[in-house]
């Protein structure tokens, strides 16, 4: 469970970006952030793993306080939270599997991670993630080789292999198609409902948010405006978290893909596991 009492964060050029959020994540809950450029949503996430240092508030993850944490303590914890990126973050010259693996790193020694040497149990763990996440038969890819969403599985799977308690996860369809996107958003939420975990997606698309999540919290200017079901997402609270507009076209339910099997998801296919033991 994710704890936030009163967070803020105040630049030292003296710009506000946050101003005592308070809010509560339960194990299995996605939660969908919404609201204008500059509403701080980004620096919401990026201060729960304290990337960016908040100027007051306490940040709990189960019992642990991560504003209380030492540098050392900090890179500890951060092995239990993992991100996901907009832009994927891969290492663009290394494989599916290596990059997958190096969701590792804060668990193994410096010299092993440097020969890419892995335990044989994360190896198996990162097989088996592939094998949910879709991408079976792109093992032995390099990362330059992939598709967006290819790439945003190699994202989600690398994530998973922290085995985190909380995920953080920013704008993860913004560079992909519409259908992509709903693929996507639909891996996130069933994986996280199957071991979980909770987790707190930034996404501008409010109609896939409305299609994906049960919650949704809206921020404008750095403070909590809404946090209730997507239902409750009236023309009027839309207008509070972004401005007047017409609401009509955002305000809808997005049908579901018939079909949910695309070009990038070839299932559970056998597995080539002749670099296993190059990796161990």
Known sequence: ??????LSKVYATGDRALTEVSLTVEPGQV????GPSGAGKSTLIRCIN???????????????????????????ARRRIGMIFQEYALVERLTVMENVLSG?????????SFFRKFPPDAV??????????????????RADAL??????????????????????IDEPTASLDPKTSR?????????????????????????LAQQFVRRVIGLQAGRVVFD??????????????????????????ADEDADDVDGEHHGSASIDRERLAGLT
Not at 31 to 34: A, E, K, S, T
Not at 147 to 168: H, N
């Open 228 to 253: 209730g079901s997507p239902e409750d997402l009236t023309a009027d609270v839309l207008t509070t978290i972004y401005g007047e507009e017409d609401w009509s076209a955002t305000i809808r339910k």
């Open 31 to 34: 939660v969908g952030l919404i």
């Open 124 to 141: 198996e763990n990162a097989y088996r993630l592939l094998d949910r996440v879709g991408l079976s038969d792109h093992v032995n890819k």
């Open 147 to 168: 598709s967006g969403g290819q790439r945003q599985r190699v994202g989600i799977a690398r994530a998973l292999e922290q085995d985190p308690d909380l995920l953080l």
């Open 183 to 207: 693929q996507i958003m639909r891996l996130i939420v069933e994986i996280c409902d199957e071991r979980g975990l909770p987790a707190i997606i930034n996404i501008h698309d409010v109609a």
């Open 104 to 112: 590792r790193l804060g668990y193994v020694g410096f010299w092993r």
């Open 50 to 76: 304290r990337l960016v240092e908040p100027t007051s508030g306490q940040i709990y993850l189960g019992d642990m306080e991560i504003t209380g944490l030492s540098r050392g303590a900090l890179r500890q």
């Open 1 to 6: 469970m994710l704890r936030l009492n009163d």
